[in-house]
């Protein structure tokens, strides 16, 4: 039996793939998160689900959890998210470096194998090109949240080259589903729209985004894992499919069959990038199909609000 940590299991992704994951009764999970953003109720009630609430920041929290498991993996997830709250809290954002440096460090120290990663695209900042690839497009954000992520993804290569600790890293794009709350823009836009309010878009609504269904993060998660590819390696997790802002809001309300109006706010003062579309060639390798189209997703999201 498979012994699995998820730190942050609590949250949108992270709940998903412990679902993902004890879908298999010979993996048994412990999930830890503070609670802060993440929710009890969305950690999967099964017998080979344990769920332990710590702040992996803190290192006599999270400690006692490596030494009463063996893990066989571990998925870091815990961080502090959101454009909003991550702008206004850039001191609570790095204290996230402790966060990796004390899971490393206990995964060195009990001989877990393997740490995957969830860093993000936030990482590519303004984009140099497009599509941005995992190797050869530049980091260049200067936000907090970037940072932090870019250190994580440092840490775990010099972890990897003293200690043999190995790692994969998947960059996440926009990711939306099922459970994820309203700090995020798909969610907000629906729950506006079914409510009859306005649809808020920062700016112009010309900055695009692509936006991938939860269910093709998770798979494409699992499967490199359980297939042991791209090891000590880096994949972007996310759709190719560019979509602006505006023209987001404008499907949604469509979908929805609202009569709610678009309104323009003052654009961003820092964090709104203008373009984001990522190179996924290596999550298609490990999904093997198509991605979920947008309007296929939004179509699974939208009865769930209502």
Known sequence: MAQILITGGAGFIGSALAAELAGDPQNFLVIVDNLITGELSKVPALPNVSFIQADVNVFTQIAPVFHDWKFDVVFHYAALVGVKRTLENPVKVLNDIDGIRNILTLCRNTTVPRVVFSSSSEVYGEPVHIPQHEHTTPLNSRLPYAIVKNVGEAFLRSYAKEYALEFSILRFFNTYGPGQSLDFVVSRFIRAALEGNGLQIYGDGSQTRTFCYIA?????????????????????IGSD??????????????????DSPIIHLPPLAEGDMSRRK?????????????????????????????
């Open 278 to 306: 990522p190179d996924i060639s290596r999550m298609r390798q490990l999904l093997g199909r198509d991605l979920t189209s947008l309007e296929a997703g939004l179509s699974h999201l939208i009865p769930a609000f209502r």
């Open 216 to 236: 093709d993060n998770v798979e494409a998660t699992a499967k490199a894992w359980r297939t042991n590819q791209f090891v000590n390696d880096v994949v972007n």
């Open 241 to 258: 499919h560019e979509i602006s802002i505006l023209e987001l809001a404008r499907t949604i309300i469509d979908l929805t069959g609202s």
